[in-house]
């Protein structure tokens, strides 16, 4: 069974289905946060290593979003029962031979630009970028999927927050900063909020597709909990990095809060299935405004 997709989707447009816009803001915040720790740490920023990083985080993010695509129709998850996005090759948009190419092309670019990073960072930076674009392919794939085993909000935590927020300030300082790691917290915690509420509102379809997400597995209260504590978890996180650093410029990111808060509502109150999908967007939406409140914050307050 494969999804029924709009007849007048375009070849560009399908791709750019498929790199899901939405999820973006979880490469680009990572690296803007740790640009702002850098800077909080007195360095001064390298652009052109800012550039290729985020370059690179966006490929292994888009890269990472081909591979669910294609591993998700190939293990029979993605149905005509499925809630969210139009998914390309479960839809007919784009052939698999196509995504795959996709796969090759955005990990193939996110590796030679991963060579420069090497060649400024060392070998933390390779092992780094080799474990981040194997993670990204074990995802939904090979023998042991972890977003299929429980492990993709931890994949997410660790991939998306610490690694990227730490990984992005040590390129731009040379050291691995306390500072980089207080500000990844909560940025970890908001990134996999995007996939929390995405494996809410997939949870039926996913229990019938044998996909062992963690929602699955802990059910569909547990993980409306698990969506709300993120939230508030993150903004105290924020205010203890505040606290710590002795920095009120940190407290920037309470100015999000309204949004957070509008999300804590519907997520826990009874918003099911379609409903979500725009809470899925809005989520992104708060990373992104968090994140750059955070960055700015950080920046501010500059050593």
Same mark, same amino acid.
């Given at each position: ?16 289905? *498929?790199? =899901?816009?939405?999820?973006?803001? %979880?490469?680009? !915040?990572? $690296? #803007?946060? @740790?640009?702002?720790? /850098? ?58 031979? *196509?995504? =795959?190419?996709?796969?090759?092309? %955005?990990?193939? !670019?996110? $590796? #030679?630009? @991963?060579?420069?990073? /090497? ?71 908001? $990134? ?112």
């Amino acid at each position: 069974m494969t999804a029924a997709a709009p007849p007048e989707i375009t070849p560009a447009r399908a791709w750019i289905l *498929a790199a =899901r816009p939405a999820t973006l803001p %979880a490469a680009v !915040v990572p $690296v #803007l946060v @740790g640009a702002g720790a /850098a800077l909080a740490d007195g360095a001064q920023l390298r652009l052109l290593v800012l550039v290729m990083t985020l370059a690179c985080a966006l490929l292994i993010q888009i890269g990472t979003n081909f591979a669910n695509d294609y591993s998700d129709f190939a293990r029979g998850a993605d149905t005509e029962a499925r809630l969210g996005p139009v998914r390309v090759t479960a839809s007919g948009l784009m052939t698999r031979e *196509a995504v =795959r190419l996709g796969i090759i092309a %955005a990990f193939g !670019v996110a $590796v #030679l630009i @991963g060579i420069y990073l /090497a060649w400024i960072g060392g070998w933390p930076i390779i092992v780094i970028g080799i474990v981040s674009v194997l993670s990204g392919l074990a995802y939904t794939g090979g023998p042991f999927p972890t977003g299929y085993h429980g492990l993709g909000d931890l994949f997410v935590f660790v991939f998306f927050g610490l690694v990227a927020v730490t990984g992005t300030a040590f390129l731009q300082t040379g050291v691995w900063s306390r500072t980089a790691l207080l500000l990844s917290i909560p940025i970890g915690l908001l $990134v996999t909020n995007i996939l929390v509420v995405n494996n809410l509102r997939d949870l039926p379809t996913d229990v019938a597709a044998g996909k062992g997400t963690l929602a699955t597995r802990i059910g569909e209260r547990a993980t409306r909990i698990q969506y709300v504590s993120f939230c508030v978890a993150a903004f105290m996180m924020s205010a203890a990095a505040a606290i710590d650093l002795e920095s009120p410029w940190l407290l920037l990111p309470l100015a999000s809060a309204p949004l957070a808060i509008n999300l804590i509502r519907k997520v826990g109150g009874d918003a099911s299935g379609r409903e979500l999908n725009p809470v899925l967007e809005r989520s992104g939406q708060l990373l992104l405004a968090f994140g750059l409140l955070l960055a700015t914050g950080a920046a501010l307050s500059r050593q």
